[in-house]
């Protein structure tokens, strides 16, 4: 089965400073790893995503994720912080090949970002 | 594309009562997720479809609640009877075919029963 940790339910950081988001994942197959966000009263937004290839990837708002596959990690990250930035973050998995479409997310961090 | 559809945005209902919440998913749009969130549970994958038939729906939590998805542009989640416990936001989201296709979230339907 898979799955998806978030150890951290809270990450502060101060605006203009490097942010990191953490992310380990649990699949028995290949993982399609996602980032959204979420802002109040809103549903998620995707953020970016990893499926093949290239083991950085960049997304929307100056974020990027690192794929490590041996660590099963794939942490969020963004070199200069804003505080708009404040949100709760989702890490998601899908296990390509054994999981179809199913698409499991962690339990969220909520990002604040202090000017 | 106005995106995912949801109504309605928010919902109280007395214990007992059946309750009924909608999405219109975006066009051409292969799959359809339900998803619930909570405070103690996070976002819990109900059930999803592909071409209008379900195809795992294990995270139904009961058979209280059901999900139908008569065409391709409509969907829908009812619970009956619905029960205190099953306060929550819940979110329809839809994807296209690849396989490493993005899921595009409703703004959700925020569900109070009392």
């Known amino acids: 089965a898979q799955s998806v940790a978030q150890p951290e339910d809270q990450v502060n950081v101060a605006e203009g400073n490097p942010l990191t988001v953490k992310c380990t994942y649990s699949?028995?197959?290949?993982?399609?790893l996602f980032w959204y966000v979420q802002y109040p009263n809103r549903g998620l937004q995707f953020l970016l995503k990893?499926?093949?290839?290239?083991?950085l990837v960049k997304g929307s708002y100056g974020f990027e994720a690192e794929f490590n596959k041996s660590q099963t990690s794939f942490h969020l990250k963004k070199p200069s912080a804003l505080v708009s930035d404040s949100a709760l973050y989702f890490c998601?998995?899908?296990?390509f090949g054994t999981g179809g479409f199913k698409t499991i997310f962690g339990a969220g961090t909520r990002l604040f970002v202090k000017a | 594309d106005a995106g995912v559809i949801q109504s309605p945005r928010h919902e109280v209902t007395e214990m007992g009562q059946e309750v009924t919440l909608r999405c219109k998913p975006i066009?051409?749009?292969?799959?359809l997720f339900w998803y619930r969130q909570t405070m103690m549970r996070g976002l819990e994958l109900l059930i999803y479809f592909n071409n209008n038939v379900p195809i795992d729906d294990s995270g139904m939590p009961e058979d209280r609640f059901s999900a139908k998805m008569p065409n391709a542009s409509f969907s829908n989640l009812k619970i009956q009877p619905s029960e205190p416990r099953d306060s929550a936001v819940y979110f329809c989201a839809s994807s296209s075919q690849g396989q490493g296709a993005e899921a595009f979230f409703g703004q959700g339907t925020r569900l109070t029963v009392v």
């Open positions: 998601a998995v899908r296990d």
């Open positions: 990893y499926i093949t290839g290239d083991n």
């Open positions: 066009s051409g749009h292969d799959y």
């Open positions: 699949v028995s197959g290949n993982p399609y």
